[in-house]
């Protein structure tokens, strides 16, 4: 499509993203970034941002409310390449639309440090929050115990020099 300005100048006739069309259709966006001063996280925010507002917006034209097939956004490393503020509060809500979320953290300091204490434990306490397994038997038990169910988790490792590390949960 030939793109043009309010003012009617030509631009470019290169397609263009729409968050809407995408929530609409079949495809998969894969939003990568790296921390450090050459960061692309902030556009990787807004265009997370703008896929999440493209889903409410059907959602909202949808019947009932909520999306006849649900809208999967998988958020890994969210902390890091799209800290969205407001995250924590649209678990609770998007779920009523068919938007589900599930965000991948590497402890609960990290969300604490983006999103605050009281905004990561709620994530935490009813929503899909999964953490990286290394250093996280506090996650782990506070998780099953939370699920009522036990804890199953061994992890073990050998070398060829005779070495054993074990650890349970």
């Known amino acids: 499509a030939n793109v043009r300005t309010e003012t009617g100048e030509y631009m470019h006739a290169l397609p263009e993203f729409d968050p809407l069309e995408f929530v609409s259709s079949t495809d998969t966006l894969y939003a990568l970034s790296m ?3 050459d960061s692309t996280a902030p556009l990787t925010t ?3 941002g703008q896929v999440l507002a493209g889903a409410v917006e059907l959602s909202l034209k949808s019947r009932g409310g909520r999306l006849k097939v649900p809208f999967v956004a998988m958020l890994d490393e ?3 390449i799209c800290p969205l503020k407001d995250l924590p509060k649209w678990y609770s809500h998007f779920g009523s ?9 590497q402890s609960t ?7 605050g204490k009281e905004d990561t434990d709620a994530m935490i306490a009813g929503n ?5 397994l290394v250093n996280s038997a506090g996650i782990c038990r506070s998780t099953t ?3 009522s169910v036990p804890p ?4 073990t490792a050998s070398s060829t020099h005779g070495t054993q590390l074990s650890s349970a949960l």
């Open 46 to 48: 807004a265009l997370i």
């Open 78 to 80: 969210a902390a890091n």
């Open 128 to 132: 899909t929050v999964i953490f990286s």
């Open 109 to 115: 300091k990290q969300g604490v440090r983006v999103w």
């Open 97 to 105: 639309r068919g938007i589900i979320l599930g965000t991948f953290l």
């Open 35 to 37: 921390e450090g001063p």
């Open 152 to 155: 199953v988790a061994v992890i």
């Open 145 to 147: 115990s939370r699920a």
